[in-house]
């Protein structure tokens, strides 16, 4: 199929933002999520090629880079492009722009299919499944790998129900919100001004799973590590 882009405009409600107006990171994660699973349907590769088959769409590295964050009642654009196929993996490219037209949010993330019954990575091409794109120019970097510091702190963790996607494990988003609820705990001048968000995911987190996530900031970066993902946050704004 023809490379396409998949736009949607929306103006941010009371739910999509936090206690300074600002769009939540989560939010924006969610919308992300949202708009590239409405984006494979517009392509043909939507439901019944993928989740009707037992195939889940997870994502396994992702990055943001972060301009401005737009605020409560603001209206935006969300503009979402597929890049060129990698095997196994599905390159999605987002940004978001204001009501003129200007860049606030970029985000490039790596999406790949999980058997449902093994919870193993699928090949695509022997299932049918393919979306025809191709990187631009305008395209950020992929995140493929970030050295992870020696970290001070530690907390323990579960994959509750409130924090449990479709796929029946912790989603993505649900990561970067433990880390935030901590580093407030942490960090008493924290805003929740981030300018570059980058996260690896090596292994699911089933629902009611615990595990320990290491935690600290070194060279003012926040880092959040556990063997299944690792999370940096660089603050900014």
């Not at 393919?130 to 305008?138: K, P, Q």
């Not at 008493?188 to 980058?198: A, L, R």
């Amino acid at each position: 199929m023809d490379i396409s882009c998949y736009t949607k405009k929306l103006t941010l409600k009371a739910e999509h933002v936090d206690l300074y107006r600002r769009l939540k990171l989560t939010e924006l994660m969610r919308l992300f999520q949202e708009c590239c699973i409405a984006h494979t349907e517009e392509l043909g590769m939507g439901r019944h090629m993928t989740l009707d088959r037992g195939f889940l769409w997870v994502v396994l590295s992702e990055r943001i880079l972060i301009d401005r964050l737009p605020e409560y009642d603001e209206d935006i654009t969300i503009e979402c492009t597929p890049g060129e196929t990698l095997h196994f993996f599905f390159p999605r490219n987002m940004v978001v722009r204001d009501s003129e037209g200007n860049v606030l949010v970029r985000v490039k993330a790596m999406w790949g299919l999980l058997d449902r019954n093994t919870r193993q990575m699928i090949d695509p091409s022997e299932e049918g499944i393919y979306i025809n794109g191709r990187d631009l120019t305008t395209d950020i970097a992929p995140m493929m790998s970030f050295n992870i510091p020696e970290l001070p702190s530690s907390m323990e963790c579960k994959a509750q129900y409130s924090l449990v996607d479709i796929n029946g494990h912790l989603n993505n988003a649900s990561y970067l919100s433990l880390a935030l609820d901590r580093l407030w705990e942490e960090d008493n001048s924290f805003e929740g001004k981030i300018k570059e968000i980058s996260m690896l995911f090596r292994k699911e987190i089933p629902f009611k799973s615990e595990f320990n996530m290491k935690y600290g900031k070194v060279d003012g970066k926040w880092y959040f590590h556990c063997p299944n993902y690792s999370l940096r946050l660089v603050p900014g704004l």
